[in-house]
């Protein structure tokens, strides 16, 4: 199991994990969550969530909404992801899930190399959802999540199969985007979107 990190941070047990979904689909929101694990309740086997098959993901899912002292989701739209680029949107989702917290952490780890603009310190950790336990339960549930979301929106525009490829930019969901068109859901400034309109 990832154990917590030693950062320079100041000693806190009220610090963060969070981490993002969907940056590179073609379809559907970027989702984040942003969790605070307590140390009195441990969850075994977090790990990255891409390592982890859909049922530990959804079992774990489970285990950290009802152990962790607090966690939140937080997303950007498909509107804001073509209005300001998909990082800027990212880290907009991110700020949302933090700012949702209750109680507010007092330092905030983010997986990958950048941060968002926070009210309390931000460190960004390369790696961070496979080696902080904070940052793994923050990938499991905005991935649960973001996969749930998509489920949803497959039985809403039929035949893009994007229950199965969670709209990143399969040779299936390409050739459907191709023979059905560009549906509101799509990131139209995505290239491959884009040359269809």
Request: a positive charge.
């Amino acid at each position: 199991m990832p154990q917590q990190s030693l950062f320079t941070s100041p000693p806190s047990h009220l610090i963060a994990g969070v981490d993002e979904v969907g940056r590179g689909p073609l379809a559907g929101p970027v989702v984040t969550a942003a969790v605070i694990l307590d140390p009195e309740r441990p969850i075994e086997g977090l790990a990255d969530s891409k390592k982890l098959s859909e049922k530990r993901r959804e079992a774990l899912a489970e285990v950290i909404r009802e152990r962790a002292l607090a966690w939140s989701l937080g997303r950007a739209e498909v509107e804001e992801i073509d209005r300001l680029n998909i990082l800027q949107a990212t880290l907009l989702a991110m700020q949302r899930a933090v700012a949702a917290l209750d109680p507010a952490p007092e330092h905030v780890l983010v997986d990958g190399n950048r941060c968002p603009r926070l009210a309390c310190t931000v460190e960004a950790v390369v790696g961070g959802d496979g080696s902080v336990a904070a940052i793994s339960a923050a990938s499991i549930l905005a991935k649960v999540a973001r996969d749930r979301e998509m489920a949803v929106l497959d039985a809403r525009y039929p035949g893009y199969g994007l229950a199965g490829h969670k709209g990143y930019p399969t040779k299936a969901h390409r050739e459907a985007l191709t023979r059905l068109g560009v549906t509101p859901i799509h990131r139209r400034s995505f290239g491959p979107v884009a040359r269809l309109l």
